[in-house]
Protein backbone atom coordinates (compact mmCIF):
# COMPACT_ATOMS: atom_id res chain seq x y z
CA UNK A 1 0.00 0.00 0.00
CA UNK A 2 1.36 3.54 -1.09
CA UNK A 3 2.19 5.47 1.84
CA UNK A 4 -0.19 8.64 1.03
CA UNK A 5 -2.88 5.48 0.51
CA UNK A 6 -1.93 4.55 4.68
CA UNK A 7 -1.93 7.58 5.91
CA UNK A 8 -5.40 8.46 4.57
CA UNK A 9 -6.42 5.55 5.06
CA UNK A 10 -5.49 5.82 8.93
CA UNK A 11 -6.83 8.92 8.95
CA UNK A 12 -10.31 7.65 8.15
CA UNK A 13 -9.90 5.29 10.71
CA UNK A 14 -9.63 7.87 13.45
CA UNK A 15 -12.04 9.80 12.57
CA UNK A 16 -14.62 7.55 12.23
CA UNK A 17 -15.02 7.58 8.56
CA UNK A 18 -14.72 4.57 6.37
CA UNK A 19 -15.67 4.15 2.53
CA UNK A 20 -17.34 0.37 2.02
CA UNK A 21 -17.82 -1.09 -0.46
CA UNK A 22 -21.29 0.42 -0.82
CA UNK A 23 -20.01 3.84 -0.81
CA UNK A 24 -17.54 3.14 -2.75
CA UNK A 25 -20.16 2.28 -5.06
CA UNK A 26 -21.77 5.06 -4.98
CA UNK A 27 -19.02 7.23 -4.86
CA UNK A 28 -17.94 5.86 -8.39
CA UNK A 29 -21.62 6.34 -9.90
CA UNK A 30 -21.77 10.16 -9.12
CA UNK A 31 -18.25 10.80 -10.14
CA UNK A 32 -17.83 11.09 -13.70
CA UNK A 33 -14.38 12.77 -13.87
CA UNK A 34 -12.11 13.53 -10.66
CA UNK A 35 -12.17 16.96 -9.74
CA UNK A 36 -8.34 18.10 -10.81
CA UNK A 37 -8.51 16.78 -13.97
CA UNK A 38 -11.17 19.57 -14.67
CA UNK A 39 -8.64 22.38 -14.13
CA UNK A 40 -7.63 23.52 -17.65
CA UNK A 41 -4.37 26.37 -17.72
CA UNK A 42 -5.08 29.56 -15.99
CA UNK A 43 -5.04 32.95 -17.68
CA UNK A 44 -2.12 35.15 -17.37
CA UNK A 45 -3.43 38.37 -15.80
CA UNK A 46 -6.91 37.06 -15.35
CA UNK A 47 -8.56 37.81 -11.74
CA UNK A 48 -8.48 40.87 -9.57
CA UNK A 49 -5.36 42.28 -8.20
CA UNK A 50 -4.67 46.30 -6.71
CA UNK A 51 -1.02 46.83 -6.41
CA UNK A 52 -2.16 49.26 -3.05
CA UNK A 53 -4.10 46.83 -1.14
CA UNK A 54 -3.78 42.98 -0.26
CA UNK A 55 -6.67 40.74 -2.29
CA UNK A 56 -8.05 37.38 -0.81
CA UNK A 57 -10.36 35.51 -1.07
CA UNK A 58 -12.73 35.69 -4.20
CA UNK A 59 -16.50 35.18 -4.44
CA UNK A 60 -18.66 35.71 -7.88
CA UNK A 61 -21.77 35.79 -9.49
CA UNK A 62 -23.49 37.19 -12.49
CA UNK A 63 -25.60 40.14 -12.28
CA UNK A 64 -28.94 41.46 -13.07
CA UNK A 65 -26.51 43.32 -16.27
CA UNK A 66 -25.04 40.21 -17.39
CA UNK A 67 -21.81 41.14 -16.41
CA UNK A 68 -19.61 39.21 -13.86
CA UNK A 69 -19.21 40.28 -9.70
CA UNK A 70 -16.31 39.74 -7.86
CA UNK A 71 -17.01 39.89 -3.79
CA UNK A 72 -13.35 39.94 -2.50
CA UNK A 73 -11.33 41.12 0.73
CA UNK A 74 -8.70 43.70 0.32
CA UNK A 75 -6.95 45.69 2.78
CA UNK A 76 -3.87 48.35 2.56
CA UNK A 77 -0.56 46.91 1.35
CA UNK A 78 1.24 49.40 3.34
CA UNK A 79 0.04 48.02 6.30
CA UNK A 80 1.75 44.54 6.52
CA UNK A 81 -0.28 41.83 5.50
CA UNK A 82 -1.26 40.04 9.14
CA UNK A 83 -3.95 43.19 9.47
CA UNK A 84 -6.09 41.51 7.57
CA UNK A 85 -8.08 40.54 11.30
CA UNK A 86 -8.33 44.55 11.75
CA UNK A 87 -8.55 45.75 8.72
CA UNK A 88 -10.14 44.13 6.02
CA UNK A 89 -13.32 45.25 3.89
CA UNK A 90 -15.13 43.25 1.50
CA UNK A 91 -14.82 45.11 -1.99
CA UNK A 92 -16.76 44.62 -4.90
CA UNK A 93 -15.52 44.55 -8.72
CA UNK A 94 -16.58 43.70 -12.36
CA UNK A 95 -15.55 42.06 -15.07
CA UNK A 96 -17.08 41.03 -18.77
CA UNK A 97 -16.26 37.55 -18.68
CA UNK A 98 -15.23 35.42 -15.58
CA UNK A 99 -11.62 35.71 -16.32
CA UNK A 100 -11.43 39.17 -15.87
CA UNK A 101 -9.41 41.20 -15.19
CA UNK A 102 -12.01 42.67 -12.75
CA UNK A 103 -11.97 46.57 -11.88
CA UNK A 104 -13.11 47.72 -8.36
CA UNK A 105 -16.40 49.65 -8.02
CA UNK A 106 -16.81 50.44 -4.43
CA UNK A 107 -16.14 48.94 -1.30
CA UNK A 108 -19.55 46.78 -0.45
CA UNK A 109 -19.37 46.40 3.19
CA UNK A 110 -17.32 49.22 5.15
CA UNK A 111 -15.96 50.02 8.32
CA UNK A 112 -19.08 50.87 9.76
CA UNK A 113 -18.20 51.82 13.51
CA UNK A 114 -17.01 49.63 16.99
CA UNK A 115 -20.52 49.63 18.19
CA UNK A 116 -21.51 46.84 15.73
CA UNK A 117 -20.23 43.66 15.47
CA UNK A 118 -18.87 43.81 12.28
CA UNK A 119 -18.02 47.27 11.90
CA UNK A 120 -14.28 47.05 12.26
CA UNK A 121 -13.59 44.61 9.57
CA UNK A 122 -15.34 42.83 7.14
CA UNK A 123 -13.33 39.59 5.25
CA UNK A 124 -14.26 36.36 3.54
CA UNK A 125 -17.25 37.06 1.31
CA UNK A 126 -19.44 34.74 -0.26
CA UNK A 127 -22.68 35.49 -2.95
CA UNK A 128 -24.85 34.04 -3.58
CA UNK A 129 -28.91 34.44 -5.39
CA UNK A 130 -31.79 33.09 -3.30
CA UNK A 131 -35.42 33.62 -4.73
CA UNK A 132 -34.51 37.28 -5.83
CA UNK A 133 -32.40 38.42 -3.85
CA UNK A 134 -28.39 38.36 -3.53
CA UNK A 135 -26.73 37.50 -0.64
CA UNK A 136 -23.44 38.07 0.55
CA UNK A 137 -22.36 36.23 3.12
CA UNK A 138 -19.18 37.23 5.14
CA UNK A 139 -17.11 37.02 8.71
CA UNK A 140 -17.22 40.25 10.68
CA UNK A 141 -15.64 41.61 14.17
CA UNK A 142 -15.03 44.34 16.41
CA UNK A 143 -12.46 45.04 19.21
CA UNK A 144 -11.93 47.69 21.75
CA UNK A 145 -8.11 49.00 20.69
CA UNK A 146 -7.39 51.51 17.96
CA UNK A 147 -6.88 50.06 13.90
CA UNK A 148 -3.90 49.97 13.16
CA UNK A 149 -3.24 52.92 10.59
CA UNK A 150 -0.30 54.48 8.54
CA UNK A 151 0.81 56.37 11.38
CA UNK A 152 0.23 53.51 13.75
CA UNK A 153 0.97 50.20 12.05
CA UNK A 154 1.52 48.40 15.80
CA UNK A 155 -0.72 45.22 16.11
CA UNK A 156 0.11 43.58 19.92
CA UNK A 157 -0.30 39.68 19.82
CA UNK A 158 -2.79 40.09 22.32
CA UNK A 159 -4.92 42.59 20.03
CA UNK A 160 -4.46 40.24 17.24
CA UNK A 161 -5.93 37.30 18.96
CA UNK A 162 -8.81 39.95 20.30
CA UNK A 163 -9.82 40.34 16.88
CA UNK A 164 -9.81 36.64 16.10
CA UNK A 165 -11.33 35.82 18.40
CA UNK A 166 -14.73 37.95 17.49
CA UNK A 167 -14.95 36.83 14.21
CA UNK A 168 -18.47 35.85 13.15
CA UNK A 169 -20.60 34.82 10.11
CA UNK A 170 -23.13 37.52 9.01
CA UNK A 171 -25.06 38.07 6.04
CA UNK A 172 -25.81 41.28 3.72
CA UNK A 173 -28.47 41.36 1.37
CA UNK A 174 -29.61 43.12 -1.15
CA UNK A 175 -32.45 43.45 -4.53
CA UNK A 176 -29.23 44.53 -6.79
CA UNK A 177 -25.73 43.23 -6.91
CA UNK A 178 -25.03 46.97 -7.09
CA UNK A 179 -26.47 46.90 -3.66
CA UNK A 180 -27.24 49.03 -1.11
CA UNK A 181 -26.07 45.95 0.82
CA UNK A 182 -28.76 45.44 4.37
CA UNK A 183 -26.50 44.37 7.10
CA UNK A 184 -28.04 42.41 9.73
CA UNK A 185 -28.23 43.59 13.81
CA UNK A 186 -26.37 40.17 14.47
CA UNK A 187 -24.50 37.84 13.37
CA UNK A 188 -26.37 34.20 11.95
CA UNK A 189 -24.02 31.82 13.68
CA UNK A 190 -22.68 33.01 17.28
CA UNK A 191 -20.28 30.55 18.69
CA UNK A 192 -21.70 28.07 21.73
CA UNK A 193 -19.60 27.99 24.98
CA UNK A 194 -18.73 24.97 26.15
CA UNK A 195 -18.76 23.08 22.59
CA UNK A 196 -16.84 22.47 19.75
CA UNK A 197 -17.64 25.94 18.33
CA UNK A 198 -16.97 27.98 21.04
CA UNK A 199 -14.30 30.40 20.37
CA UNK A 200 -15.43 32.07 16.96
CA UNK A 201 -17.99 31.47 13.60
CA UNK A 202 -15.93 32.27 10.46
CA UNK A 203 -15.17 31.41 6.48
CA UNK A 204 -18.71 30.54 5.66
CA UNK A 205 -19.83 28.54 2.74
CA UNK A 206 -23.53 29.07 1.50
CA UNK A 207 -25.79 26.95 -1.09
CA UNK A 208 -28.97 27.25 -2.10
CA UNK A 209 -30.71 23.73 -2.34
CA UNK A 210 -32.88 23.91 -5.65
CA UNK A 211 -34.91 20.74 -4.77
CA UNK A 212 -35.62 21.78 -1.06
CA UNK A 213 -35.32 25.77 -1.36
CA UNK A 214 -32.80 25.51 1.81
CA UNK A 215 -30.15 27.68 2.43
CA UNK A 216 -27.77 25.13 3.96
CA UNK A 217 -24.59 27.14 5.60
CA UNK A 218 -20.64 25.43 6.33
CA UNK A 219 -18.53 27.59 8.59
CA UNK A 220 -15.65 27.34 10.81
CA UNK A 221 -14.50 27.15 14.63
CA UNK A 222 -12.78 25.39 17.19
CA UNK A 223 -13.07 24.78 20.84
CA UNK A 224 -10.19 27.43 22.30
CA UNK A 225 -8.69 29.50 19.46
CA UNK A 226 -6.68 30.05 16.56
CA UNK A 227 -4.52 26.51 17.27
CA UNK A 228 -5.48 23.27 15.16
CA UNK A 229 -7.59 21.19 14.68
CA UNK A 230 -9.76 23.93 12.97
CA UNK A 231 -13.05 22.28 12.20
CA UNK A 232 -16.35 22.56 10.53
CA UNK A 233 -20.05 22.65 11.18
CA UNK A 234 -23.17 23.30 9.45
CA UNK A 235 -26.61 24.87 9.64
CA UNK A 236 -30.11 25.18 7.63
CA UNK A 237 -32.50 28.13 6.80
CA UNK A 238 -35.26 28.76 5.06
CA UNK A 239 -35.03 33.04 5.45
CA UNK A 240 -31.71 34.57 4.52
CA UNK A 241 -32.13 36.51 8.17
CA UNK A 242 -32.32 32.81 9.83
CA UNK A 243 -32.45 31.43 12.09
CA UNK A 244 -29.62 28.59 11.38
CA UNK A 245 -30.22 25.81 12.68
CA UNK A 246 -27.20 23.22 13.44
CA UNK A 247 -27.74 20.00 11.56
CA UNK A 248 -25.46 18.51 14.13
CA UNK A 249 -23.77 19.19 17.26
CA UNK A 250 -20.88 17.58 16.62
CA UNK A 251 -18.04 18.61 13.43
CA UNK A 252 -18.87 17.33 9.92
CA UNK A 253 -15.30 16.20 9.54
CA UNK A 254 -12.43 15.30 12.12
CA UNK A 255 -8.83 14.07 10.47
CA UNK A 256 -6.83 14.42 13.68
CA UNK A 257 -5.36 11.96 15.63
CA UNK A 258 -3.66 12.53 19.30
CA UNK A 259 -0.60 14.11 18.56
CA UNK A 260 -1.21 15.09 15.03
CA UNK A 261 -3.89 17.59 16.23
CA UNK A 262 -2.35 19.58 13.07
CA UNK A 263 -4.42 17.31 10.58
CA UNK A 264 -7.69 19.43 9.91
CA UNK A 265 -9.36 21.18 6.68
CA UNK A 266 -10.52 24.81 6.18
CA UNK A 267 -11.84 26.80 3.32
CA UNK A 268 -14.98 25.07 2.10
CA UNK A 269 -16.67 25.89 -1.33
CA UNK A 270 -19.81 23.84 -1.33
CA UNK A 271 -22.56 23.25 -4.01
CA UNK A 272 -25.46 21.37 -4.96
CA UNK A 273 -24.74 19.34 -8.58
CA UNK A 274 -28.94 19.02 -8.53
CA UNK A 275 -28.56 15.66 -6.99
CA UNK A 276 -26.57 15.39 -3.94
CA UNK A 277 -24.10 18.25 -2.50
CA UNK A 278 -20.03 18.43 -3.37
CA UNK A 279 -17.15 20.27 -2.07
CA UNK A 280 -13.51 21.11 -2.10
CA UNK A 281 -12.12 21.83 0.81
CA UNK A 282 -8.43 23.08 1.83
CA UNK A 283 -6.47 20.31 3.20
CA UNK A 284 -4.18 22.41 5.67
CA UNK A 285 -1.86 19.59 6.13
CA UNK A 286 -1.68 18.06 3.09
CA UNK A 287 -1.80 14.77 4.90
CA UNK A 288 -5.14 13.55 3.43
CA UNK A 289 -4.82 15.04 0.02
CA UNK A 290 -0.92 14.82 -0.28
CA UNK A 291 0.09 17.97 -0.71
CA UNK A 292 0.06 21.26 1.93
CA UNK A 293 -2.34 23.10 1.16
CA UNK A 294 -4.05 21.38 -1.66
CA UNK A 295 -7.45 20.55 -2.05
CA UNK A 296 -9.99 17.63 -1.26
CA UNK A 297 -13.17 16.59 -2.88
CA UNK A 298 -16.11 15.23 -0.98
CA UNK A 299 -19.91 14.71 -1.69
CA UNK A 300 -22.52 14.17 0.65
CA UNK A 301 -26.69 13.40 0.18
CA UNK A 302 -27.37 15.43 3.12
CA UNK A 303 -24.91 18.31 4.08
CA UNK A 304 -23.91 16.39 7.28
CA UNK A 305 -22.65 13.01 6.15
CA UNK A 306 -19.97 13.45 4.04
CA UNK A 307 -17.42 11.09 2.02
CA UNK A 308 -14.21 11.53 0.61
CA UNK A 309 -14.23 10.66 -3.56
CA UNK A 310 -12.48 7.93 -4.34
CA UNK A 311 -9.55 10.03 -6.45
CA UNK A 312 -9.65 12.96 -3.31
CA UNK A 313 -7.23 15.33 -4.46
CA UNK A 314 -9.13 18.41 -6.02
CA UNK A 315 -6.41 20.70 -6.66
CA UNK A 316 -2.82 21.58 -6.37
CA UNK A 317 -0.89 24.56 -5.66
CA UNK A 318 1.42 23.94 -8.74
CA UNK A 319 -0.08 25.86 -11.70
CA UNK A 320 -0.05 25.55 -15.39
CA UNK A 321 -0.52 28.63 -17.08
CA UNK A 322 -1.53 29.49 -20.49
CA UNK A 323 1.51 30.74 -21.77
CA UNK A 324 3.28 27.15 -20.89
CA UNK A 325 4.87 28.07 -17.70
CA UNK A 326 4.32 26.57 -14.60
CA UNK A 327 5.02 28.00 -10.99
CA UNK A 328 4.31 26.65 -7.52
CA UNK A 329 2.26 28.91 -5.40
CA UNK A 330 3.07 30.56 -1.93
CA UNK A 331 -0.50 29.75 -0.96
CA UNK A 332 -3.81 28.32 -2.71
CA UNK A 333 -6.62 29.34 -0.36
CA UNK A 334 -10.18 30.50 0.01
CA UNK A 335 -11.30 27.99 -3.20
CA UNK A 336 -14.66 29.09 -5.22
CA UNK A 337 -16.43 28.02 -7.86
CA UNK A 338 -18.78 29.49 -10.34
CA UNK A 339 -21.62 27.52 -11.07
CA UNK A 340 -23.60 28.22 -14.23
CA UNK A 341 -26.19 26.43 -15.24
CA UNK A 342 -25.65 23.34 -12.84
CA UNK A 343 -21.78 23.17 -13.95
CA UNK A 344 -18.44 24.70 -12.21
CA UNK A 345 -17.04 26.78 -15.24
CA UNK A 346 -14.24 28.43 -13.15
CA UNK A 347 -12.29 27.91 -10.37
CA UNK A 348 -10.88 31.08 -8.11
CA UNK A 349 -8.31 31.61 -5.53
CA UNK A 350 -6.78 33.82 -3.26
CA UNK A 351 -3.03 33.59 -4.44
CA UNK A 352 0.62 35.64 -3.85
CA UNK A 353 4.01 35.58 -4.38
CA UNK A 354 6.91 35.25 -1.99
CA UNK A 355 9.68 33.37 -0.92
CA UNK A 356 8.01 31.72 2.79
CA UNK A 357 5.24 30.49 3.72
CA UNK A 358 3.03 34.02 4.92
CA UNK A 359 5.71 36.00 3.57
CA UNK A 360 3.97 37.82 0.35
CA UNK A 361 5.66 40.42 -2.56
CA UNK A 362 1.78 40.53 -3.76
CA UNK A 363 -1.49 38.52 -3.03
CA UNK A 364 -4.65 38.29 -6.04
CA UNK A 365 -7.26 36.51 -6.77
CA UNK A 366 -6.59 34.32 -9.47
CA UNK A 367 -9.13 32.14 -11.92
CA UNK A 368 -8.64 28.83 -13.83
CA UNK A 369 -11.19 28.02 -16.23
CA UNK A 370 -12.61 24.27 -15.96
CA UNK A 371 -13.41 21.60 -18.47
CA UNK A 372 -17.85 21.52 -18.75
CA UNK A 373 -17.61 18.38 -20.89
CA UNK A 374 -16.08 15.10 -21.50
Request: hydrophobic fraction near 35%; charged fraction near 25%; include cysteine.
Amino acid sequence: MKRRHFIQNSILSAAGISLSSGLLACAKATREIAFIDRILPAPVGGGYQDPDYWVWGSSVIQGEDGKYHMFASRWLKALGFGKWVTNSEVVHAVADTPVGPYKTVKVALPMRGKEYWDGMCTHNPRVVKYKDKFLLYYFGNTYDFEQPSLENKELPNENWTAAWMNKRVGVAISDSVYGPWKRLDKPVIEPRPGKWDASITSNPAPVVNDKTGEILLMYKSSEHGPQPPLLLGVAKATNPEGPYERLSDKPIFRFEKPGQEHIDVEDPYVWWNGEKYEAIIKDRSGEICGEEGGGIHVWSNDGVNWQLFDKVKAYSRDILWDDGTTTHQNHFERPFLLIEDGVPTHFFAATGNGDKAWSFDKTWNMVIPLKTSF
